[in-house]
């Protein structure tokens, strides 16, 4: 076990991939002033979608684009906040562990899948075996 790794005095498991990927912090009034930022592009994008139809026909066929750039516009400024960085670097940690998996190969995972299918549809099998059986001794008595 790395040296960085291991449980906090919280029972957390930290590993040693978020050491190296730590997050710079910026100031409060910054932090705050980008979210606010952020929030403003979403509702002038919000209004601005609203209000398509007051602004022309022609405009409203460019809505969804739009409203994909601006979303993508705060997401990049809200990405520069302090959560916004603590994320990312989250991100880049688990992408990193994420390597360190060793994945099925194919054809484990081919082998795995058919057994799974062939398991469905004999449980499938047997439940409609119930409800025909269900179905015969309800009309029996039913007459």
Avoid: C, H
């Avoid at 997401?75 to 991100?91: C, E, K, L, P, Y």
């Amino acid at each position: 076990m790395k040296k960085n790794q291991g449980f906090n005095n919280n029972k957390v498991w930290i590993s040693g991939a978020t050491k190296t990927t730590e997050a710079k912090k910026i100031s409060k009034s910054s932090n705050m002033l980008l979210w606010l930022a952020a929030t403003a592009i979403i509702v002038l994008g919000v209004a601005i979608t609203m209000y398509s139809d007051v602004l022309g026909a022609s405009y409203s066929t460019y809505n969804t684009s739009l409203a994909v750039i601006i979303v993508l516009l705060a997401v990049v400024v809200a990405r520069f906040t302090n959560q916004g960085r603590r994320f990312w670097a989250f991100f880049q940690a688990s992408r990193f562990e994420l390597a360190k998996v060793v994945w099925p190969t194919r054809k484990e995972t081919m082998t795995i899948s058919a057994m799974v299918i062939v398991v469905v549809m004999i449980f499938a099998l047997i439940i409609s075996l119930f409800g025909v059986i269900f179905e015969n001794f309800i009309q029996y008595f039913l007459g």
